[in-house]
């Protein structure tokens, strides 16, 4: 079997998904942005062709990383991490950082504008892949391996905090948590730095009035002092969810996305969709954020068995990334979680988190792919072995 047919083959179960992903997404953001960019621009498609160019952007991304060998991104993994904590920094540039909504988080590229914690992120889920890899005794046994890198993503997370932008520090810190925790940091260790993380947490939350008023919307979002105020767009979305029911209102149809939801497009669009498709709409959404990535995980989980750690590691810090996402946003979505201002990947307008995440399923891709050739050769030299 040729090289090209093998990484075919092998990245089927993961490409479908995605791009089924891309498509419903694609159609989330043409609904719900309809309103706004007729108000705006005059033209009730303007996202909805900005967000094809962008998809476009991202499969070209997802191709361009799949051909990148995990040996060659662990001799950068340094330099991925330093260029996210770069751009952490250019954010509070005046002419290269740009404001949104009162949150100093975006890169003004000219031609497109990044969100920098984007960057960031995966760069913290290489750097701690390759600190594991190096690093695995100090890691098991000594507490100096467990905090160091904890020192250096503490960084980031003060500076994506002075954005502010809680949310990636919560996805940014889960992510990191969890590859410790697999790369066998002790029990003991890693109970005690939850314990820490949620009391840092919640003197975080405690600090900002806005964060406090989130909180307490979120508690009672319908209390007559909130249900105008911090606890407007839960409410708004709530509504939406509610009138959906199981079919939904039809597609194209709904009522919220006219200036009743804010972020209609971005932070809420799963509560449009919600609202137009009903709830099996919303569990087939679901069902297929959920298959991607158990895949992922799965993938991870194969690398690890062929002795390949790094990519195995990568996988499962890029898998975490997503999960936790996609667990806060639809969180915030239904009420579950306070409202944070977190992308839906694949989901949600908005060019640099789509192709970032089209990068990770193009990285995973990759471990995909170089596991199956080591399963090949490990195979063989078992064969060999028994002759």
Not at 140 to 146: A, D, M, N, Y
Not at 208 to 217: F, G, K, P, S
Not at 303 to 327: P, R, W
Request: with cysteine; aromatic share 12%; hydrophobic share 50%.
């Amino acid at each position: 079997m040729n090289m090209d047919a093998l990484r075919w083959q092998q990245n089927s179960s993961l490409f479908y998904p995605w791009l089924a992903l891309l498509v419903l997404g694609w159609l989330m953001v043409a609904s719900a942005s309809t309103g706004i960019a007729e108000d705006y621009t005059g033209n009730p498609a303007y996202f909805a062709i900005r967000h094809a160019v962008y998809l476009a952007a991202g499969i070209a991304v997802a191709f361009a990383t799949s051909q990148i060998s995990m040996a060659r991104w662990a001799k950068f993994d340094g330099l991925l991490l330093l260029a996210g904590i770069l751009g952490l920094i250019l954010v509070f540039v005046p002419g290269i950082g740009h404001e949104v909504n009162g949150s100093q988080r975006w890169l003004n590229l000219g031609i497109i504008k990044i969100q920098a914690s984007e960057l960031a992120k995966v760069g913290a889920v290489f750097y701690v892949a390759g600190y594991l890899v190096r690093r695995e005794d100090e890691v098991k046994s000594q507490w100096s391996g467990f905090l160091k890198p904890l020192g250096i993503l503490g960084a980031m997370v003060g500076l994506l905090l002075m954005e502010p932008d809680f949310g990636a520090v919560v996805v940014l810190l889960g992510a990191a948590m969890i590859m410790l925790f697999l790369g066998g940091v002790k029990a003991g260790q890693f109970f005690l730095l939850t314990f820490a993380t949620i009391v840092i947490g919640v003197l975080v939350v405690g600090s900002e009035d806005y964060r406090v008023n989130r909180l307490l919307a979120y508690l009672n979002p319908w209390a007559p002092e909130h249900v105008y105020g911090t606890g407007y767009q839960l409410t708004q979305s709530l509504i939406a969810f509610g009138r959906g029911e199981l079919f939904g209102v039809g597609f194209g149809e709904s009522v919220q996305k006219l200036f009743y939801l804010p972020e209609a497009h971005t932070d809420f669009v799963f509560a449009i969709w919600a609202e137009e498709t009903g709830l099996i709409g919303g569990l087939v959404a679901l069902g297929l954020l959920g298959y991607l990535v158990a895949c992922i995980w799965n993938i991870a989980w194969e690398a690890q068995k062929q002795g390949l750690m790094y990519a195995s590691y990568v996988a499962t810090g890029l898998a975490a990334l997503l999960g936790l996402q996609i667990v806060i946003n639809l969180g915030v979505n239904t009420g579950l979680l306070p409202t944070k201002g977190l992308t839906l990947p694949f989901f949600s307008y908005g060019g640099s988190s789509l192709m970032m995440c089209c990068a990770m399923v193009g990285i995973v891709m990759r471990v995909t792919y170089e596991t199956e050739l080591a399963r090949q050769a490990n195979q063989s030299e078992q064969e060999d072995g028994n002759e």
